[in-house]
């Protein structure tokens, strides 16, 4: 048994594949691609593949799991972002850093620092 049979059953596999590796990536496409993807029996297959697949084959090549380049790149980008709050707030917990001192350590602006921060000082408020 290949790691790779549940491709057998794949939805793209009974229908043109140029809907889910579109060059130019025209929302009709994609968005057909999209709904053929929602109901895909394979669809859990696919996600642990993509996740095992190259950072740029994964990124610059159409539709997998019925994310789009962009859905894909949003994803990465709102963990990145996620991971580095999380950072910042360890840090501020920790105390005896300033805006600026934190900024270096995270690698982001003060400004992203002191917005995080109240942003977690008005959770606290809102958690009492
Ligand atoms: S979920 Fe994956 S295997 Fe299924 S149709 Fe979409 S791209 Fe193809």
């Known amino acids: 048994m290949s790691r790779y049979d549940w491709m057998e059953y794949a939805a793209c596999a009974q229908v043109d594949p140029g809907l889910w590796h579109s060059d130019t990536g025209t929302s009709t496409g994609y ?28 990124s610059t090549h159409g539709v997998w799991a019925g994310r789009t380049i962009k859905d894909r790149n949003d994803e990465r980008l709102t963990t990145v972002r996620q991971e580095r709050d999380e950072a910042i707030i360890r840090l501020l917990q920790r105390g005896g850093l300033d805006a600026e001192e934190i900024a270096v350590q995270v690698q982001c602006s003060s400004r992203t620092v002191l917005r995080v921060q109240k942003a977690y000082r008005a959770g606290l408020g809102a958690a009492a």
């Open 31 to 58: 968005g057909l691609a999209k709904k053929i993807c929602a109901s895909c029996p394979v669809r859990p297959e696919c996600e642990t593949h993509t996740a095992h697949l190259d950072a740029d084959e994964y």
